[in-house]
């Protein structure tokens, strides 16, 4: 079996992050977004992976993936973004008549897609999709369930038919080529997966759904990669190499041996990189911070601090914050009692 993301898009709901990198090289918990997914699907026994990519996403992806051993990685092109199934069918010739697992990138599964690899290689149906229980399914592809066998999805209905929305994570026959050949496009304009889905549904073909078990998570909002951010740093495992002079650190802590924390107190889970200097500063638990970086004199909490950010003489708690590459934050009394920030690559913002 081959692996196929999608990562294509150019994320406008991660603004204003997106506006200076594609949302696949994003990190969360340490590690971009896309390497994320191609761990998933490594962790699942899939090696071959395709990665679609467009025009304003190829080159961030190509260096964000050059270093990476293990996997045999292709770059695909999608030089129009006409929906998922557009982004599939982009792999057809890859694929050479193999069955494929298309997993969107932006997505994490608390216990990865193993489980369905194997049913599908157990039972080999046509297709076998992942499903969540989710409160609002008409932001979703939705399914109807006969059993295990899915007898009805619909994207995005009006009146959903079923709270059990596709999770991300699909196994495909190579049949899904097939029925993506002619697909016409839908009411908005592009070519659905979930058409397709039907499609092999309407012709006789055996499309299964297996629940999501433990957490899922879409990463398509700001608070989404908060949330998800907090959800792997839960995994956090305690590993202290670098230098630690006058300062207090409690809970799961990661601590390289280029970083060095100087006056401060750290309660975890908290993921320091490569570089890393914290000094009479504060951070407490859920935060990941990026190589490079720089805490001094200032307090944060619960947030994603990009590589080479800095956040100096800050007398606000700073909570539910992402900052990107090199942003920068100074300055400021201690009103408000906390505050909140997204900012971009570079930014540069002076509280007074």
């Known amino acids: 079996m081959k692996g196929i993301i999608p990562a294509a898009g150019l994320g406008t709901r991660l603004r204003p992050l997106t506006f200076t990198r ?8 340490g590690k971009p977004i896309i390497i994320h997914a191609i761990e998933t699907l490594r962790a699942a026994g899939i090696d071959e992976i395709a990665v679609i990519v467009s025009d304003l996403t190829r080159t961030e992806i190509e260096y964000t993936l050059k270093d990476l051993s293990g996997p045999d990685l292709t770059l695909i092109d999608q030089h129009q973004q006409l929906g998922l199934g557009h982004a599939v069918s982009m792999a057809r010739n890859w694929a050479n008549g193999e069955s494929v697992c298309v997993y969107l990138g932006d997505n994490l599964f608390e216990f990865g897609v193993g489980s369905f690899a194997r049913q599908f290689e157990a039972e080999r ?8 229980e989710v409160a609002d399914p008409s932001a979703f592809g939705v399914a109807r369930l006969d059993g295990e066998r899915i007898v009805e999805l619909i994207e995005k209905p009006k009146t959903p038919v079923s709270n059990l929305a596709v999770a991300g994570a699909y196994f495909f026959s190579n049949r899904i080529f097939e029925a993506l050949s002619d697909l016409p496009p839908s009411p908005r304009g592009e070519y659905e997966i979930t058409d397709a889905i039907q499609r092999l549904i309407t012709e006789g073909g055996v499309v299964l759904g297996q629940r999501v078990q433990g957490w899922w998570k879409d990463t398509g909002k700001p608070i989404d990669l908060l949330d998800a951010n907090r959800l792997l740093l839960e995994r956090l495992e305690t590993h202290i190499e ?12 990661q601590l390289p041996a280029s970083a060095r924390v100087i006056n401060s107190k750290i309660v975890g889970p908290v993921l320091i990189g490569e570089d890393v200097t914290i000094e009479n500063a504060y951070v407490g638990p859920f935060t990941s911070i990026g190589r490079g970086s720089l805490i001094r004199n200032a307090e944060v909490e619960h947030s994603v601090i990009e590589a080479l950010a800095q956040i100096e003489n800050v007398d606000i708690r700073l909570q539910d914050c992402l900052l990107g590459v090199r942003a920068r934050v100074s300055g400021g009394r201690r009103i408000p ?16």
């Open 22 to 29: 594609p949302k696949p090289v994003l990190n969360v918990a």
């Open 125 to 132: 149906p046509d297709a076998l999709i992942a499903l969540v």
């Open 242 to 253: 670098g230098q630690v002079v006058n300062s207090r650190l409690s809970g799961r802590v």
């Open 337 to 352: 009692r906390t505050l909140k920030l997204t900012l971009s690559d570079a930014s540069e913002v002076e509280l007074t």
